[in-house]
């Protein structure tokens, strides 16, 4: 258990928490949590981690005696608790959402990426990146065609860029043209 | 924060508030708390005009909302809504009035902008339970709301416009269609490919007939006795040529004609001889010749100076000497006897004439008397008798005196009358008398005339007396004439007889003559057919016939070999004609495979660039798929169900878009659950309970603000989490900390619940230096010194050292 908590940690700082020396102590008050971390930068959650009580009592004092410390001293940090193990009964579970948000990770050992997915709420939200966005249409369509891109391919694709009337057009000109120049030989000849 | 799009809002009588409100909003988070009936909403639909110009939850309901838009019992309300000025329309915040039917005054936020907080920014309480059906309604054809902005996310215009323009590209047929010149192409590949087979066909053909027309000139010139030097067709028809020049023999052939031509004229004159008397005659003629010519002379001898003598005597008398002289004579008498008869009636008439002249005479010498008495009478007793009847005016006379009563009973002045008239009458008859005078003397001159002529008529004694002597001449002649006629016939019948002797001889003679120029004629062709000349018992007629059949089997001969030089040469122009055709039409079948290759390359190469451009269509195509793929799955999947999960972590179901796999253009937007265990479930309706429903509406809502880059980074809900349990707003709350203070979104937030607002007062509360919350109560603490509104900002937290 004591691992799961560490790979809390580990997740929590690899998004920029910063662990907390344990025990915990918030305005001289020491409070037995498993683990306990605060955002940094534009986070100042404090996060603490407690693996599943064996007495869940024991967790709710701890946790509610934390927030009247906190009240007392008019921090407004938000505090979230990361349980880990079976979630505690509906009554415990009412006791600790009064005092934090809850974030029970009922997996025993979870992997990092099943830590991300139940501390969620506590990371900024993974955008696609502009890259992922993809380039310009038009720009992927000629990297599709690869090497054999030519200007006759470019040309066309151009014409996209005014509409399907003028890629319409610029097809039966590009294949007129085939045609066409055979009429100048024709008058040569 | 100096990028914060929202800074301030000004109403003034806006549906639920009274009076006017000016509220800050120029932090990162503006918490927003009103009672129900507090005119929470009213802030934010006031924001949301002034914003854009307009309240679309309100005017999906009723177009006519302007009209409930001011507070109750005013006529307008206006909103100013003060913004950043990278987002502002003008450079002072723009007044907005609106009421009845009007909106007057521009909104704050440029075009772009306005649109995309209406669509992508502000989540107003009314739509957030419908957002799923409001995202998927269409309204007739329109595309959906989300489908609209899933298509400007995708960016597919630029590749559906290459796919369905290249799409001709796809099929030869369309494209053919699409380019005349190409279809044009293909009916001139076709033609020269038909020229090329045509004209194949036509050089077999010439090259058979030029080997069947070698084959006739090989036996045309064996047949001549020419036999082939040279190789090859050209050389042959040219040796033919030199050949057949050197055995021309057009002058022997042409003299054997003239011969033949010759003997058949000859042949024409002995028909001719034939018909005429025979030579055993001649002999005979000519002593029937001497023999009337004697009996002329002796006829001469005997009678004819007798003739001549009659003759000369017919010529004194002027008459004709030969021919009908007997009529002549007759004539002549006949005329002399009728003058006689004519003189005789000439006499009697003179003599009749002569006593009509002494009647006359007398009668005129009567008439000319009676006349003389008449004028004596009439002319003065009748101017008398006028003059007294001028005088009578009574019965008694102006003469006498006497009463006229005594001798008449008739009145004197119309016995006068009487008189006068009678008097009159008398004229009358001199007048005829006078007629009858110049009628008798104009008788008397022409008996005088005609008498005067005939007696000029009359034949004197001397004429008569000529006239008898040649009468008697003439009557002579008659007799004598009557002697002499049969002698004078028997000398024409001896003159004729003679003649006709001479003609028969001269006939018979020209006709010997005749038939010795065609023996010596016959003699010569003989000599010319090296024939032997006429045999002594040989009719003409036989060496005639003799001649003209070796003639004939000469130029036979002859025209059978010119006949077979003809032919030859015939055949020598029909090899060289050939030999040039079969020249031209290689030539043509030249020109056409060259045509048809030429055109073949051409529709290769229109097949080359429908190839580029079916790689241009599939390149398409493939982005399409990709971008589709990716479009689907990284910004929209990824985020909602990244956005979702952290608002209800135990859910199970997670909603998502269907990825498309169509390539059609219009894609079609299927909203679906996926299971934590990748399998796909049923829509969001079916598969998640009220609240989640909420939170995918909620997510979704996030999820495509995320999704585009943010015209304008901004959220504003009403009321968003009213059905979410205390888990699901404590999530809510992290979402929108991370929204804000990781993703940079200013975010307004409008809550009806003091318990709500108070949690998220905290749990919202700035966390680093510079960061902000305002919250603003609505309501009874409106009225207090700070009207409700507190602007909180970070302060260091003591509680956990660092």
Same mark, same amino acid.
């Given at each position: 258990?004591?691992?799961? @908590?560490?790979?809390?940690? *580990?997740?929590?700082?690899?998004?920029?928490?910063?662990?907390?020396?344990?025990?915990?102590?918030?305005?001289?008050?020491?409070?037995?949590?498993?683990?306990?971390?605060?955002?940094?930068?534009?986070?100042?959650?404090?996060?603490?981690?407690?693996?599943?009580?064996?007495?869940?009592?024991?967790?709710?004092?701890?946790?509610?005696?934390?927030?009247?410390?906190?009240?007392?001293?008019?921090? /407004?940090?938000?505090?979230?608790?990361?349980? #880990?193990?079976?979630?505690?009964?509906?009554?415990?579970?009412?006791?600790?959402? =009064?005092?934090?948000?809850?974030?029970?990770?009922?997996? &025993?050992?979870?992997?990092?990426?099943?830590?991300?997915?139940?501390? $969620?709420?506590?990371?900024?939200?993974?955008?696609?990146?502009?890259?992922?966005?993809?380039?310009?249409?038009?720009?992927?369509?000629?990297?599709?065609?690869?090497?054999?891109?030519?200007?006759?391919?470019?040309?066309?694709?151009?014409?996209?860029?005014?509409?399907?009337?003028?890629?319409?057009?610029?097809?039966?000109?590009?294949?007129?043209?085939?045609?066409?120049?055979?009429?100048?030989?024709?008058?040569?000849? | 924060?100096?990028?914060?799009?929202?800074?301030?809002?000004?109403?003034?009588?806006?549906?639920?508030?009274?009076?006017?409100?000016?509220?800050?909003?120029?932090?990162?988070?503006?918490?927003?708390?009103? *009672?129900?009936?507090?005119?929470?909403?009213?802030?934010?639909?006031?924001?949301?005009?002034?914003?854009?110009?307009?309240?679309?939850?309100?005017?999906?309901?009723?177009?006519?909302?302007?009209?409930?838009?001011?507070?109750?019992?005013?006529?307008?309300?206006?909103?100013?809504?003060?913004?950043?000025?990278?987002?502002?329309?003008?450079?002072?915040?723009?007044?907005?009035?609106?009421?009845?039917?009007?909106?007057?005054?521009?909104?704050?936020?440029?075009?772009?902008?306005?649109?995309?907080?209406?669509?992508?920014?502000?989540?107003?309480?009314?739509?957030?339970?419908?957002?799923? &059906?409001?995202?998927?309604? +269409?309204?007739?054809?329109?595309?959906?709301?989300?489908?609209?902005?899933?298509? &400007?996310?995708?960016?597919?215009?630029?590749?559906?416009?290459?796919?369905?323009?290249?799409?001709?590209?796809?099929?030869?047929?369309?494209? +053919?269609?699409?380019?005349?010149?190409? $279809?044009?192409?293909?009916?001139?590949?076709?033609?020269?490919?038909?020229?090329?087979?045509?004209?194949?066909?036509? !050089?077999?053909?010439?090259?058979?007939?030029?080997?069947?027309?070698?084959?006739?000139?090989?036996?045309?010139?064996?047949?001549?006795?020419?036999?082939?030097?040279?190789?090859?067709?050209?050389?042959?028809?040219?040796?033919?040529?030199?050949?057949?020049?050197?055995?021309?023999?057009?002058?022997?052939?042409?003299?054997?004609?003239?011969?033949?031509?010759?003997?058949?004229?000859?042949?024409?004159?002995?028909?001719?001889?034939?018909?005429?008397?025979?030579?055993?005659?001649?002999?005979?003629?000519?002593?029937?010749?001497?023999?009337?010519?004697?009996?002329?002379?002796?006829?001469?001898?005997?009678?004819?100076?007798?003739?001549? +003598?009659?003759?000369?005597?017919?010529?004194?008398?002027?008459?004709?000497?030969?021919?009908?002289?007997?009529?002549?004579?007759?004539?002549?008498?006949?005329?002399?006897?009728?003058?006689?008869? /004519?003189?005789?009636?000439?006499?009697?008439?003179?003599?009749?004439?002569?006593?009509?002249?002494?009647?006359?005479?007398?009668?005129?010498?009567? @008439?000319?008397?009676?006349?003389?008495?008449?004028?004596?009478?009439?002319?003065?007793?009748?101017?008398?008798?006028?003059?007294?009847?001028?005088?009578?005016?009574?019965?008694?006379?102006?003469?006498?005196?006497?009463?006229?009563?005594?001798?008449?009973?008739?009145?004197?002045?119309?016995?006068?009358?009487?008189?006068?008239?009678?008097?009159?009458?008398?004229?009358? /008859?001199?007048?005829?008398?006078?007629? =009858?005078?110049?009628?008798?003397?104009?008788?008397?001159?022409?008996?005088?005339?005609?008498?005067?002529?005939?007696?000029?008529?009359?034949?004197?004694?001397?004429?008569?007396?000529? *006239?008898?002597?040649?009468?008697?001449?003439?009557?002579?002649?008659?007799?004598?004439?009557?002697?002499?006629?049969?002698?004078?016939?028997?000398?024409?019948?001896?003159?004729?007889?003679?003649?006709?002797?001479?003609?028969?001889?001269?006939?018979?003679?020209?006709?010997?003559?005749?038939?010795?120029? @065609?023996?010596?004629?016959?003699?010569?062709?003989?000599?010319?057919?090296?024939?032997?000349?006429?045999?002594?018992?040989?009719?003409?007629?036989?060496?005639?016939?003799?001649?003209?059949?070796?003639?004939?089997?000469?130029?036979?001969?002859?025209?059978?070999?010119?006949?077979?030089?003809?032919?030859?040469?015939?055949?020598?122009?029909?090899?060289?004609?050939?030999?040039?055709?079969?020249?031209?039409?290689?030539?043509?079948?030249?020109?056409? *495979?060259?045509?048809?290759?030429?055109?073949?390359?051409?529709?290769?190469?229109?097949? +080359?660039?429908?190839?580029?451009?079916?790689?241009?269509?599939?390149?398409?195509?493939?982005?399409?798929?990709?971008?589709?793929?990716?479009?689907?799955?990284?910004?929209?999947?990824?985020?909602? /169900?990244?956005?979702?999960?952290? #608002?209800?972590?135990?859910?199970?179901?997670?909603?998502?878009?269907?990825?498309?796999?169509?390539?059609?253009?219009?894609?079609?937007?299927?909203?679906?659950?996926?299971?934590?265990?990748?399998?796909?479930?049923?829509?969001?309706?079916?598969?998640?309970?009220?609240?989640?429903?909420?939170?995918?509406?909620?997510?979704?809502?996030?999820?495509?603000?995320?999704?585009?880059?943010?015209?304008?980074?901004?959220?504003?809900?009403?009321?968003? @989490?009213?059905?979410?349990?205390?888990?699901?707003?404590?999530?809510?709350?992290? #979402?929108?900390?991370?929204? !804000?203070?990781?993703?940079?979104?200013?975010?307004?937030?409008?809550?009806?619940?003091?318990? #709500?607002?108070?949690?998220?007062?905290?749990?919202?509360?700035?966390?680093?230096?510079?960061?902000?919350?305002?919250?603003?109560?609505?309501?009874?603490?409106?009225?207090?010194?700070?009207?409700?509104?507190?602007?909180?900002?970070?302060?260091?937290?003591?509680?956990?050292?660092?």
């Amino acid at each position: 258990m004591a691992s799961d @908590v560490d790979a809390v940690l *580990a997740v929590l700082e690899g998004a920029g928490f910063e662990r907390l020396p344990k025990p915990l102590v918030v305005a001289g008050s020491t409070f037995d949590f498993d683990a306990a971390a605060k955002g940094t930068g534009v986070s100042h959650d404090l996060v603490l981690v407690a693996a599943s009580p064996s007495a869940p009592r024991h967790l709710t004092r701890l946790l509610s005696g934390l927030s009247r410390t906190l009240d007392q001293v008019s921090s /407004r940090r938000p505090v979230s608790l990361v349980l #880990l193990g079976q979630t505690p009964g509906e009554r415990t579970m009412t006791v600790l959402e =009064q005092h934090a948000r809850v974030l029970p990770i009922e997996i &025993e050992a979870p992997d990092p990426e099943q830590i991300r997915k139940a501390i $969620a709420v506590l990371m900024p939200l993974t955008l696609p990146s502009v890259t992922a966005r993809g380039q310009g249409p038009l720009l992927e369509v000629t990297t599709r065609i690869g090497a054999a891109l030519s200007s006759e391919h470019k040309a066309l694709v151009n014409a996209a860029l005014v509409g399907p009337d003028e890629v319409r057009d610029s097809l039966r000109r590009f294949i007129d043209g085939a045609v066409e120049a055979a009429d100048s030989d024709e008058g040569e000849r | 924060m100096t990028d914060l799009p929202l800074r301030s809002i000004t109403i003034s009588d806006f549906r639920k508030l009274e009076g006017t409100r000016r509220l800050p909003l120029d932090a990162p988070i503006v918490l927003l708390y009103g *009672a129900n009936g507090t005119g929470k909403t009213s802030v934010l639909s006031a924001l949301e005009l002034a914003l854009t110009g307009e309240i679309r939850s309100m005017r999906r309901h009723d177009a006519r909302y302007t009209a409930h838009l001011p507070f109750h019992g005013q006529e307008f309300a206006t909103v100013t809504a003060q913004v950043s000025d990278a987002f502002s329309a003008a450079t002072q915040p723009p007044i907005m009035t609106v009421g009845g039917s009007r909106i007057d005054g521009l909104p704050a936020f440029g075009p772009d902008a306005r649109r995309f907080y209406s669509e992508r920014c502000y989540l107003d309480q009314v739509s957030l339970g419908q957002l799923l &059906e409001l995202y998927q309604y +269409r309204e007739g054809k329109e595309e959906s709301a989300l489908a609209r902005f899933v298509n &400007e996310l995708l960016g597919l215009e630029q590749l559906d416009a290459l796919r369905s323009g290249l799409d001709d590209a796809n099929n030869y047929a369309r494209l +053919r269609k699409l380019s005349e010149p190409l $279809a044009e192409a293909e009916i001139q590949a076709k033609q020269a490919e038909s020229d090329l087979s045509r004209a194949n066909k036509l !050089s077999e053909s010439a090259k058979a007939e030029l080997s069947g027309h070698l084959a006739q000139l090989l036996r045309a010139m064996a047949g001549l006795g020419f036999e082939p030097g040279r190789p090859g067709p050209e050389e042959f028809a040219s040796d033919a040529a030199e050949f057949l020049r050197s055995i021309e023999s057009r002058e022997e052939s042409a003299e054997a004609q003239r011969l033949s031509t010759t003997l058949v004229a000859l042949g024409g004159k002995l028909e001719e001889l034939l018909l005429r008397p025979s030579m055993t005659r001649l002999d005979e003629a000519r002593s029937m010749a001497v023999e009337a010519a004697a009996a002329h002379k002796r006829w001469q001898a005997d009678h004819g100076s007798e003739i001549a +003598r009659f003759r000369s005597e017919l010529a004194e008398l002027a008459l004709p000497a030969s021919g009908a002289i007997s009529v002549a004579l007759e004539d002549e008498i006949r005329a002399i006897d009728e003058r006689y008869e /004519r003189n005789q009636r000439v006499a009697a008439e003179v003599v009749t004439l002569e006593a009509k002249l002494i009647d006359g005479r007398a009668i005129l010498g009567t @008439v000319e008397a009676q006349l003389g008495s008449a004028l004596k009478q009439a002319g003065s007793l009748a101017a008398a008798f006028a003059t007294l009847r001028e005088f009578v005016s009574d019965n008694t006379c102006p003469v006498c005196d006497r009463d006229f009563t005594e001798v008449s009973t008739t009145h004197l002045g119309l016995h006068l009358d009487q008189k006068i008239s009678e008097l009159t009458d008398q004229g009358r /008859r001199i007048q005829a008398l006078t007629q =009858q005078q110049a009628s008798v003397r104009a008788h008397l001159q022409g008996d005088e005339q005609k008498l005067t002529e005939l007696s000029g008529r009359l034949l004197d004694t001397s004429q008569l007396g000529t *006239a008898a002597s040649r009468r008697n001449l003439l009557n002579d002649l008659r007799v004598r004439h009557e002697q002499l006629q049969p002698l004078i016939v028997a000398g024409v019948d001896h003159l004729a007889n003679a003649g006709r002797a001479r003609a028969d001889l001269a006939e018979l003679e020209a006709t010997a003559d005749e038939e010795n120029r @065609v023996r010596m004629e016959l003699d010569a062709a003989a000599q010319a057919l090296r024939s032997s000349v006429l045999q002594t018992s040989e009719p003409l007629v036989e060496y005639w016939r003799r001649l003209a059949s070796i003639a004939a089997a000469q130029v036979s001969q002859l025209s059978a070999r010119e006949a077979g030089i003809a032919e030859a040469r015939t055949f020598v122009e029909l090899v060289l004609r050939s030999l040039k055709a079969v020249e031209g039409i290689g030539v043509t079948v030249g020109h056409a *495979a060259q045509h048809m290759f030429l055109w073949n390359g051409r529709i290769e190469e229109a097949k +080359r660039r429908q190839a580029v451009a079916r790689q241009v269509h599939t390149a398409a195509s493939s982005a399409r798929a990709a971008i589709v793929q990716r479009v689907f799955t990284k910004s929209l999947n990824e985020v909602w /169900r990244s956005v979702f999960s952290r #608002l209800a972590p135990r859910e199970i179901f997670v909603p998502a878009f269907g990825i498309p796999t169509s390539s059609k253009t219009a894609l079609e937007l299927k909203i679906e659950t996926v299971h934590s265990s990748g399998e796909t479930g049923g829509s969001p309706q079916m598969m998640l309970s009220a609240g989640n429903l909420n939170t995918a509406a909620l997510s979704l809502f996030v999820a495509l603000h995320l999704a585009v880059d943010p015209v304008v980074p901004c959220l504003v809900f009403d009321d968003p @989490v009213q059905s979410m349990d205390e888990v699901h707003i404590a999530q809510f709350a992290g #979402l929108i900390r991370v929204l !804000s203070k990781f993703h940079r979104r200013q975010v307004v937030i409008a809550v009806h619940e003091r318990a #709500l607002f108070d949690y998220l007062s905290f749990e919202l509360s700035p966390a680093f230096e510079g960061d902000e919350l305002i919250t603003i109560e609505l309501g009874e603490l409106a009225d207090a010194g700070d009207r409700g509104i507190r602007r909180l900002v970070w302060l260091p937290d003591q509680a956990i050292a660092s």
